[in-house]
């Protein structure tokens, strides 16, 4: 028997591609949309989603349906389904968003932090102006809302620049990252 796996997601065709290569024995059915879905669903093993478009309905229409792999941290949209079967597994992609959210913050608090609009302006004007004192962060205090697996990775980048970094959260805990 064929495991078929549907992947609804806009880079489906990104992901089958790579999944095809590590899985020859499983059919693929890659689609952007639900509007884009080619195979019966009643027929899908596998499902890989972001889980936002997903709701009871969809679910009821996979009877076959073994695990669901979602493309986001959380799978909130999934667990609010009550067509969700127990024996359905159900994994997440916990922990792959620390790195990119680290340097996306960086990234962004270098820019406000030093101006980096005004000296792009300055570039193409062929003008330095050397008047303005160069802020750094370190020494100064951020407060980031959530001290999970990416707040954390965020954390100990900023205490990295010197910065007094405050975790929020509803579930104190002693976390990595956190003054």
């Given at each position: 028997m064929t495991t078929n796996v549907l992947i609804l997601e806009t880079f489906a065709?990104?992901?089958a591609d790579e999944l095809a290569g590590h899985f020859a024995d499983v059919s693929l059915h890659p689609a952007r949309t639900v509007n884009d879905i080619a195979i019966a669903l009643e027929t899908v093993d596998v499902l890989v989603a972001f889980g936002i478009a997903i709701d009871n309905g969809f679910?009821?229409?996979m009877p076959r349906l073994r695990w669901i792999q979602s493309l986001a941290t959380g799978v909130d949209h999934?667990?609010?389904c009550p067509a969700l079967r127990a024996e359905t597994v159900l994994t997440s992609a916990r922990g792959i968003h620390g790195p990119a959210m680290r340097e996306t913050v960086a990234?962004?608090?270098l820019t406000m932090s030093h101006d980096t609009p005004r000296l792009v302006r300055q570039q193409a004007q062929h003008r330095w102006d050397r008047g303005k004192p160069w802020p750094l962060l370190a020494r100064k205090t951020?407060?980031?809302v959530g001290t999970g697996i990416s707040g954390s990775a965020v954390g100990q980048l900023l205490q990295a620049f010197g910065?007094?970094?405050i975790g929020v959260s509803r579930t104190p805990r002693a976390e990595q990252g956190f003054d």
């Open positions: 065709d990104r992901y679910l009821q229409s999934f667990l609010r990234y962004l608090m951020a407060v980031l910065l007094r970094v």
